[in-house]
């Protein structure tokens, strides 16, 4: 009976050792990368700098932060003209991040999307056929839907999947930047 006893508090003393190791790697590493990622975010120049960069308020010549987690405002000088995010939604594959720019009425000013790891050569038409997010433009809070389901978006052939899930996270988007600045 003590054989078991002290193999069981080995067996521990073992494990109890093994999760302190991992714990101090994980640790080491953490810090290690998050300090490359804070400098790579700095060189970008922040979300404020990127949405301007993307262009997606086109008359924008500012972004400052509107308070919340997501939403800028989008300024030409002194005077508000709309607002900006980028964030993540749901893909069909994974997730995509998207830009979205709006007008102080949240009509729709401009759509980049980001990134995406949809099917190469189909799904990643999103990204790389600029006639679709090209048509988000003009479009109010009422339209934003794929035109097969009465909206104003046109799928692309093929794609019609990674289509809607851009449409709808363009939608979940302008929803939060309504929340977050009203």
């Known amino acids: 009976m003590a054989e078991t006893k002290d193999s069981t508090i080995m ?6 050792l093994i999760a302190a190791v991992a714990a101090a790697v994980l640790t080491a590493t953490y810090g290690v990368t998050q300090e490359q990622l804070d400098k790579l975010a700095e060189a ?9 960069k993307m262009g997606i308020v086109p008359d924008a010549t500012k972004f400052k932060s509107a308070g919340g987690e997501l939403c800028y405002e989008a300024y030409n000088g002194g005077d508000l003209i709309g607002y900006g995010a980028m964030t993540e939604v749901q893909g069909m594959q994974d997730m995509l991040t998207l830009a979205v720019g709006v007008d102080t009425d949240f009509v729709v000013t401009g759509v980049v999307v980001v990134s995406q790891k949809e ?3 189909i799904g990643d038409k999103i990204q790389k056929d600029e006639a ?33 899930y851009v449409t709808a996270g363009v939608v979940e988007i302008i929803g939060k930047m309504q929340e977050e600045v009203s």
């Open 11 to 16: 067996i521990l003393v073992k494990l109890t």
């Open 44 to 52: 970008a120049g922040g979300p404020d700098k990127q949405l301007l």
């Open 119 to 121: 099917t190469p050569g």
């Open 132 to 164: 679709f997010t090209a048509q988000f433009a003009g479009v109010g809070p009422d339209g934003l839907a794929l035109s097969s389901d009465g909206g104003k978006i046109d799928a692309i052939s093929g794609a019609t999947v990674s289509s809607g």
